[in-house]
C-alpha cells in the first residue's frame, strides 16, 4: 500500500491555469492590482491582493519548540524476522511485511533555522503508514535522555534557549546548561554521550536510533515481554570531529540534508538494521537498575539484540512543508494492540504532551493532514476496514464520516476488531458469555502485573530529594573508561572545554570539573586545570549536599 499520495499533486512540470484560492480563473496579471485610478489609491474590493496578502501573512506555522530543525524522507520498513511470540501487534507477524514509511531527523534544543551540525542529540522519528492506521516510533540518536522526571523537562529546554534579558543562546554563554546539568548530576550518563564522538554525527544516514525508552510487547497469551528498539545504521554510526562540526555550522548549516537529499537521488539509499532488546518480568524484578529510568542501558552482553527488521530511505519529499514540517509524531501512535507503555514517567508525560503540542502547532484535526492520517479514513485505500468514530468538526476538518452519527445512537450497532484484528464478539454494548470468561480470566492476569509492578516501582528513584545514587555514575563512568579509548578521552575533555569556557558565572565554571569528578576523579582535575579554575574534588556523598540538589527544594 502507497504512503500518503502527493504523486496528484501539481509539480513545476505539470501545467495549471492561474486562478484565484477558490478555483475561478483571473484574467488580468498576477503582479497586478485594483486602483481607483490610473495614479489613485488601492482598492479594497480587490480580493484577489487581499486575499494573497492575507495568506502571506499566515503562512508560518508555530515551530516545534524542541526538534524545530529537521528534515527527512519517504521509505518502507521490511519485518525480516517475526516477532510473534512476543507480541500480536499486526506489522510485526510474518516476514517479508512490507509498509511505507516517513523519517523525520532533527536536533534537539536548535531553532528552527540553526545549524543541523552543532553538537546536540538527534531525533530519529518514524512514522509507519500501515494499512491498519498510523504507528510511530519516535526515537533519539542516544540510547538514554538528560532526565527522567518529566516535571523536569521544561526547566532543562528552557536552560538550551535564549536568556530571557540578553537573549544570549548557549552558543555565546552556556552558564544556563551547565547550571542545570551540575544541579542535576543524573545528566551525567547523556551528556557524556553529548561531549564524545557521538554528539556531531556526520550523516543522517549514517546515525543509530534508539527508543531509549522500556515498552510493553503482549503476546496471544497476555505474556508480557520488556523490550527497547534499536534501529542501527548499516553504515555504522560516522561523526565529525569537533572542529569539523563548527566549520560547517558556518559554511554549511544544512549539511545534514543535503546528505540525505542527494543521497537518495543518487541512489545511494541509506538502510537500517532494526533489533529488540527484551526482558522478562523475572529479570526486570532482578535487574540492577530500574526499566523505567530513561537515564539507563540494557547491557548488550546480558540482553543481546533480536534482529526483526530493516528500514530503507528511497524517495525524497516533494514538498518539504507538507510532507515534513507538518509530520507530526507522538509515543502515543507507538502504541497499537500488542505494544503499551511501560511506568517510565517520562514516557507516559510523553504519551500527554506530544499530540497537545501538534494540536497547538496544527490545529485540533492535524491527524487528517495527508502526511498523518491513518489510511484506513481513506475510501479505496485497499485497507482491511474504513475507519469510523465519533470526532467531529473542528478546525482543518476534512474528514467528516459524513451523515454518521456522533454518538452512539439507539440500535447503533458499531463494529470493533480484537487485538488480532479479527471481528470481536458481537458489536460494542453487546457482550457475549465467552467475552464475560475472559474478562474474569484478565483480572486476575492483571492482579498479578500489579504485584510485580511493585517490584519494579520500588526500584524507581527518580525524585530528586533522594540524591545521587551510584548507580547514576556507574554506566557514564563506564562509557568513559571503558569504551572511549586515549585519544577519545582526550578529544572528550577538549569538548567539554569548548562550550565550557563560555561560561560567564565564575561559581558555575568552578563547579563544571566537580560534574566530571563523578565520573573520574582525574577527569575532573583535567577539566579545571583546562578552564583555569581550582578544582575541589566532591565525593558522591558530599555533591549532592554541596550542589547536587536543585536551587529550589519541596517543603
Request: aromatic share 12%; with cysteine.
Amino acid at each position: 500500500m502507497p504512503a500518503p499520495d502527493v504523486e496528484n499533486n501539481p509539480t513545476s512540470e505539470t501545467p495549471t491555469v492561474y486562478t484565484t484560492a477558490n478555483g475561478w480563473f483571473y484574467p488580468n496579471h498576477p503582479y497586478g492590482a485594483q486602483l481607483a485610478g490610473p495614479d489613485g489609491p488601492l482598492l479594497l474590493q480587490d480580493n484577489h491582493l487581499t486575499e494573497n496578502l492575507a495568506h502571506f501573512h499566515r503562512e508560518r506555522i508555530p515551530e516545534r519548540i524542541v526538534h524545530a530543525k529537521g528534515g527527512g524522507a519517504h521509505g518502507y520498513f521490511e519485518l525480516t524476522d517475526s516477532l510473534s511470540d512476543l507480541t500480536t501487534a499486526l506489522p510485526y507477524q510474518k516476514p517479508g511485511y512490507k509498509t511505507p514509511l516517513t523519517v523525520r531527523f532533527s536536533g534537539v534544543r536548535g531553532e528552527l533555522g540553526s545549524a543541523d551540525t552543532q553538537r546536540d542529540p538527534r531525533g530519529f522519528s518514524i512514522k509507519f503508514h500501515t494499512e491498519w492506521g498510523a504507528h510511530d516510533w519516535v526515537f533519539n540518536n542516544t540510547p538514554v535522555f538528560f532526565i527522567r522526571d518529566p516535571n523536569k523537562f521544561e526547566h532543562f529546554i528552557h536552560t538550551q534557549k535564549r536568556y530571557p534579558d540578553s537573549n544570549l543562546d548557549q552558543n555565546t554563554d552556556s552558564t544556563m546548561v551547565w547550571d542545570y546539568w551540575v544541579q542535576n548530576p543524573e545528566s551525567l550518563h547523556q551528556v557524556t554521550y553529548l561531549f564524545g564522538e557521538r554528539g556531531t554525527p556526520k550523516d543522517w544516514g549514517a546515525m543509530h536510533g534508539y527508543s531509549g525508552h522500556t515498552f510493553k510487547f503482549i503476546n496471544d497469551k497476555d505474556e508480557i515481554t520488556y523490550v527497547q528498539i534499536h534501529v542501527l545504521a548499516d553504515r555504522g554510526f560516522e561523526t565529525n570531529s569537533d572542529d569539523e562540526a563548527a566549520e560547517l555550522n558556518g559554511a554549511s548549516p544544512d549539511d545534514h540534508q543535503k546528505r540525505l537529499f542527494e543521497q537518495i537521488k543518487n541512489g545511494d539509499y541509506p538502510t537500517y538494521t532494526c533489533y529488540v532488546q527484551t526482558m522478562t518480568p523475572e529479570q526486570a524484578e532482578k535487574f540492577r537498575y530500574s526499566i523505567n529510568d530513561l537515564t539507563k542501558i540494557w547491557s548488550h552482553k546480558e540482553f543481546p539484540l533480536r534482529k526483526f527488521g530493516r528500514i530503507v530511505l528511497n524517495k525524497n519529499v516533494t514538498n518539504y512543508f507538507e510532507e515534513i514540517e507538518q509530520i507530526a509524531f507522538s509515543p502515543s501512535r507507538t502504541f497499537i494492540p500488542g505494544i503499551e507503555p511501560s511506568n517510565d514517567p517520562v514516557l507516559q508525560s510523553r504519551i500527554w504532551s506530544y499530540p497537545d503540542t501538534q494540536r497547538y502547532r496544527l490545529g485540533p484535526n492535524y491527524e487528517q493532514l495527508p502526511i498523518n492520517r491513518g489510511k484506513p479514513f481513506e475510501k479505496g485505500s485497499g485497507c482491511p476496514y474504513l475507519a469510523g468514530n465519533f470526532q467531529r468538526a473542528g478546525p482543518g476538518a476534512v474528514i467528516t464520516q459524513g451523515s454518521k452519527p456522533n454518538y452512539i445512537a439507539l440500535g447503533d450497532r458499531v463494529k470493533t476488531l480484537d487485538s488480532k484484528g479479527q471481528a470481536a464478539n458481537g458489536y460494542y454494548g453487546v457482550v457475549s458469555k465467552e467475552a464475560e470468561v475472559e474478562a474474569l480470566k484478565k483480572q486476575e492476569r492483571v492482579a498479578k502485573i500489579q504485584e510485580h509492578e511493585k517490584i519494579l516501582w520500588g526500584k524507581q528513584s527518580y525524585y530528586q530529594l533522594q540524591g545521587l545514587s551510584e548507580l547514576d555514575l556507574e554506566q557514564p563512568r563506564a562509557l568513559y573508561t571503558k569504551v572511549f579509548s586515549e585519544k577519545d578521552r582526550s578529544k572528550f575533555v577538549n569538548n567539554i572545554v569548548g562550550v565550557a569556557s563560555n561560561i560567564s558565572n565564575p561559581q558555575v565554571k568552578k563547579q563544571v570539573p566537580q560534574y566530571w569528578g563523578l565520573v573520574d576523579k582525574e577527569l575532573g582535575a583535567k577539566v579545571a586545570n583546562a578552564l583555569g579554575v581550582d578544582y575541589e574534588y566532591l565525593s558522591p556523598e558530599e555533591y549532592p549536599q554541596k550542589i547536587g540538589k536543585a536551587a529550589v527544594l519541596s517543603g
